[in-house]
């Protein structure tokens, strides 16, 4: 069974920092582009990040020179360092495994994390 768990998440005032964690289990994704998606309350849910198993980086513009995403193919898990943390950032952040096709679009991942909560207060 393959899952994705993401840790990491809670409450932090703006300007401060989290790191996001997803650990997947049931198979091996070093070969999968990896990415991160938010939903915040009544919108949809959206881009973050994405990394690709050669290293390349992509990020929403919103987020870039704040977040990095980064990965650890040895425990199979993926991280997203989001710093200097805004009120617009607060959502569910999800991370996901790519499968095909466009890597903005939340219909190229085929496997989900449950998501963790992120709060910005301000």
């Known amino acids: 069974q393959v899952q994705l768990v993401e840790s990491g998440g809670g409450l932090v005032q703006a300007g401060g920092s989290l790191r996001l964690s997803c650990a997947a289990s049931?198979?091996?994704?070093?070969?999968?582009?990896m990415g991160w998606f938010r939903q915040a309350p009544g919108k949809e849910r959206e881009f973050v990040a994405a990394?690709?198993?050669?290293?390349?980086?992509f990020y929403t513009d919103s987020v870039k020179g704040r977040f990095t995403i980064s990965r650890d193919n040895a425990k199979n898990t993926v991280y997203l360092q989001m710093n200097s943390l805004k009120p617009e950032d607060t959502a569910v952040y999800y991370c996901?495994?790519?499968?095909?096709?466009?890597?903005?679009?939340?219909?190229?991942?085929?496997?989900w994390g449950q998501g963790t909560q992120v709060t910005v207060s301000s």
């Open positions: 996901a495994a790519h499968y095909s096709g466009n890597i903005y679009y939340q219909n190229a991942y085929n496997y």
């Open positions: 049931g198979r091996t994704f070093s070969r999968n582009t």
């Open positions: 990394m690709f198993w050669s290293g390349a980086t």
